[in-house]
């Protein structure tokens, strides 16, 4: 009796650094598939605040309580072309505005190019999470009282690392 095929998904990002918004992606893609590969996509071009070994931890410890995720990077190679090459036949994209939604679309018929057989599912997280940005959160940093503001839209284990980071420098 052969076993049914995993119904595998990839939901990439550049997680820089992990937000709330993120995690809710990650936690209702997880109930959809039998494995969800987190892909941290590394972009040579653009200048991270975190390495990709701290990204890749810092989601390591926000999807712990998650068994089917796993948490990966991938360079150089197109998203579609990434999930082509480990077999999952799924992208994951959050959608949080008429703007994402447009770019979205383009990118879906571009991937559909490049890659027919993989199927983009879009999310959209709820009316309280669907400002949070990677971005947004980074520019709240440093101003006084930046803890507080912070704390509410990212996981504990990021906004850790982003207190002792901060007290670093």
Known sequence: MSHPPIRRA?????????TNGHLWMIAEAQRL????????GVNP???S??????????LEKITADFPNVRITSFEKEYLVNFA??????FVVRGIRTATDYEYERAVRHINADLQPEIRTIFLMPPREIVEISSTMVKGLVGYTGWQEVV???VP??????????YHKN
């Not at 598939?33 to 941290?40: G, K, N, S, Y």
């Not at 605040?49 to 810092?58: H, K, L, Q």
């Open 45 to 47: 071009n653009k200048k």
């Open 156 to 165: 504990p284990p990021v906004y850790e690392k982003m207190i002792a980071d």
């Open 84 to 89: 082509h090459s480990i077999n999952a036949p």
């Open 33 to 40: 598939f039998d494995e969800l590969i987190v892909a941290i």
């Open 49 to 58: 605040t975190y390495s990709v070994a701290e990204r890749r931890t810092m």
């Open 10 to 18: 990839v939901y990439a990002g550049s997680f820089d650094p992990p």
């Open 151 to 153: 704390k509410q839209y």
